[in-house]
């Protein structure tokens, strides 16, 4: 192998993998429906006995509440409840815990990211919890 051939081997290895990892991830808000609903607003209800509506607050209110990470005014995260170890620990008593035992907790975070941004107060489909 010549030495320019080379190299164009390895610039064409090299670019293919920087495209799959910029390559966003493409979000299931409707996952993040049930996620949402299934494993944040069963224990708001359970815990404050009224559920944390997605349309109590703006995308932007949303967006900076995931981007801050502070839940439970700051004594935990918010990142804590899609971690797989929270998913394992609930699984035997929350189905929605079970079926995704096994997702990416990004991935798990960009669903519901996605699905409170819809259902807020300024979203395309604000929503309740009902
Ligand atoms: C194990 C119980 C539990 C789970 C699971 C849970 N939360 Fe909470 N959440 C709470 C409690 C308790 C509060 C405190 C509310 C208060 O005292 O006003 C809270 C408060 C909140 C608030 C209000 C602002 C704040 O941080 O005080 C938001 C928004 C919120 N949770 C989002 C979420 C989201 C999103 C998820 C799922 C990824 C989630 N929560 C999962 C118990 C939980």
Known sequence: ????????????????????AARAYDSDWKRGRIYYRQICTTCHTAE?????????????????????????KGKDTVSSYFSKQYRDSIKAKNPAAAKYADVPEKDLIEDVKAFVHKSAKDG????GCS
């Not at 164009?8 to 799959?20: N, R, T």
């Not at 395309?124 to 929503?127: E, L, T």
């Open 124 to 127: 395309d489909a604000p929503a």
């Open 48 to 72: 404050l006995k009224k559920p944390i509506a997605p349309n109590d607050r703006t995308m932007a209110e949303w967006a900076s509440y995931l981007q801050a990470n502070k839940h439970n």
């Open 1 to 20: 192998m010549n030495r320019k051939f080379g190299l164009a081997v390895v610039v064409v290895v090299l670019g293919a993998g920087a495209m799959s």
